[in-house]
């Protein structure tokens, strides 16, 4: 008898081959699919991040114009001038803009400098946030020591609510 030689079945080997490939090419399917949701999440919170950046440059831009007004308001009197005067044996305490009186009285007949301060100050600026420019101006010579520590006080106070009050003490009677 003459041997043919063996003969092998293909069948078989090549179903077992090509679940093989599909699932090599199912998971790498999946494997890019992460990538791509991976991507597309970095990409998305770098779009918030550059938003969110974007939305404080422009409130840092705000802040500056608001910053220039208050500057040329200054070179255009717009400062709120505070002054301590002594006159008629009292002081008066008055309130002016533009060389226009806001509000004068004597100090012994006011109370509360501060409520007189938030009043101006809010009748001044329509929002809290805005800008003020203020000059608290007394003679130290004149000028009763009380006085002045009560106004410097409600400034003090009244600092916090307003978020851009910039204000200072000129005496001028700079001996004392």
């Known amino acids: 008898m003459k041997n043919k030689g063996m003969i092998i079945e293909l069948t078989s080997l090549l179903d077992v081959i090509l679940i093989m490939l599909f699932w090599v090419m199912i998971t790498s399917s999946d494997r890019a699919a992460q990538a791509e949701n991976e991507a597309q999440k970095q990409i998305d919170d770098i779009r918030e991040e550059y938003r969110q950046e974007s939305q404080d440059k422009d409130i840092q831009i705000e802040q500056l114009d608001r910053y220039f007004s208050a500057v040329e308001g200054f070179e255009d009197g717009e400062m709120l001038t505070v002054s301590v005067t002594y006159s008629e044996n009292e002081d008066v305490l008055s309130f002016s803009r533009r060389d226009e009186v806001l509000f004068s009285q004597t100090m012994d007949g006011l109370t509360d400098p501060e409520t007189?301060?938030?009043?101006?100050?809010?009748?001044?600026?329509?929002?809290?946030?805005?800008?003020?420019?203020?000059?608290?101006?007394?003679?130290?010579?004149?000028?009763?020591?009380?006085?002045?520590?009560?106004?410097?006080?409600?400034?003090?106070?009244?600092?916090?609510?307003?978020?851009?009050?910039?204000?200072?003490?000129?005496?001028t009677n700079p001996k004392i």
């Open 116 to 171: 007189q301060l938030r009043l101006v100050l809010d009748g001044l600026t329509a929002d809290r946030d805005g800008v003020i420019l203020c000059a608290f101006v007394f003679d130290g010579s004149s000028a009763l020591y009380r006085d002045v520590t009560a106004v410097k006080d409600a400034f003090e106070s009244v600092r916090g609510d307003y978020e851009n009050l910039y204000f200072t003490m000129v005496n």
